[in-house]
């Protein structure tokens, strides 16, 4: 799964990526939603605006931006292949096709970047 800001909807308290998964980690969802359920009575309902949801929506995606930029710029990542590692690839035997060849003969590191 690739890593995406994503998203968030404050009418609904929907959405996607890294910024939904903040909103909804953070607690902001349960928070928008506690002042969409009134109190008892005598207290007054609290109403928050749309533009404080926004400003708290606009956090999270924010914050997804920072973490998924840093994380594609900097991030390594490293597969080692061990000798008795099998079944990586087919063998070009056209008697049996798919038997699995064997690992390589000594470790292989493979090194790569998050895109």
């Known amino acids: 799964m690739a890593l995406?800001?994503?998203t968030i909807d404050i009418e609904t308290l929907t959405g996607t990526g890294l910024?939904?998964?903040l909103f909804d980690g953070l607690?902001?969802?349960a928070y928008i939603q506690s002042f969409d359920t009134p109190p008892p009575p005598?207290?007054?309902p609290i109403v928050l605006s749309d533009d404080q949801k926004q400003?708290?929506?606009d956090?999270?995606?924010a914050l997804a931006s920072v973490f998924?930029?840093?994380i594609t710029a900097n991030a390594v990542v490293?597969?080692?292949v061990h000798t008795t590692d099998a079944a990586l690839q087919r063998t070009p035997n056209p008697n049996n096709p798919t038997t699995d060849t064997l690992g390589p003969g000594t470790n292989k590191t493979l090194n790569g970047t998050v895109a």
């Open 55 to 57: 400003q708290m929506a």
């Open 78 to 80: 490293a597969v080692t």
């Open 19 to 21: 910024s939904f998964a």
């Open 42 to 44: 005598p207290l007054p």
């Open 4 to 6: 995406t800001v994503g």
């Open 59 to 61: 956090y999270c995606i």
């Open 27 to 29: 607690g902001m969802k």
């Open 68 to 70: 998924i930029g840093h």
